[in-house]
């Protein structure tokens, strides 16, 4: 069955450092890859979509790779600030699948 | 845009009752997602609806459980009877496409079934 992996345990970064999170999928080949951010009590928020035949994707601060050999996707965050502390999802998709299939997250804090 | 609004907020209902959560999406958004969200099992896709129709369900734990979407404006998600398992956030989310345009999320309604 289609799997999805994030790192389980909470990633501990020293503010200014650069925080890679990853995504690792199993059994499918995703069209398109999102990360999402999830502030406690409140709904996951878009970053970022990076599509199959795109390697990296950048916006300010963040990076989103897409390895389809590796089936993985890295989400970096340089500078990293203690607001960036929150719990990152990642959503692959395919490319008629309407349906997102979700991580469960990674836990990120940025500690000053 | 006020971008989607669910309500309540929060809920909290005895074994037994009828539960209806409801959600309103963003303007022009033609998909409208449900979905639920536990420490547990993380995020899970309950139903998804393309131009007010239901698409696939099969994320829909069980009969207890329905939805609507009577109008591009609005939909519930109803359970009855509600069971303390069924305690978790349900959210609701829209988009402008299908799976590779981004999900716009709402605040979430947080149940709680005693």
């Known amino acids: 069955s289609q799997k999805i992996e994030q790192n389980s345990e909470a990633l501990n970064i020293q503010e200014g450092k650069t925080a890679t999170l990853t995504c690792n999928y199993t059994?499918?080949?995703?069209?398109?890859l999102q990360w999402y951010r999830q502030d406690p009590g409140r709904g996951p928020v878009f970053l970022l979509l990076?599509?199959?035949n795109e390697k990296e994707k950048r916006k300010e601060r963040l990076k989103v790779t897409f390895d389809t050999t590796l089936k993985q996707s890295l989400f970096h965050i340089t500078a990293s600030q203690p607001a960036d502390s929150a719990t990152y999802l990642c959503a692959p998709s395919m490319d008629s699948n309407y349906q997102l299939i979700w991580g469960a997250g990674t836990k990120l804090i940025i500690k000053p | 845009d006020a971008g989607v609004i669910q309500s309540p907020r929060h809920e909290v209902t005895e074994m037994g009752q009828e539960v209806t959560l409801r959600c309103k999406p963003i303007s022009g958004h033609n998909s409208l997602f449900w979905y639920r969200q536990t420490m547990m099992r993380g995020l899970e896709l309950l139903i998804y609806f393309n131009n007010n129709v239901p698409i696939d369900d099969s994320g829909m734990p069980e009969d207890r459980f329905s939805a609507k979407m009577p109008n591009a404006s609005f939909s519930t998600l109803k359970i009855q009877p509600s069971e303390p398992r069924d305690s978790a956030v349900y959210f609701c989310?829209?988009?402008?496409?299908?799976?590779?345009?981004?999900?716009?999320f709402g605040q979430g309604t947080r149940l709680t079934v005693v």
């Open positions: 990076i599509r199959e």
């Open positions: 989310a829209s988009s402008l496409g299908q799976g590779h345009t981004e999900a716009f």
């Open positions: 059994n499918y080949s995703p069209a398109y």
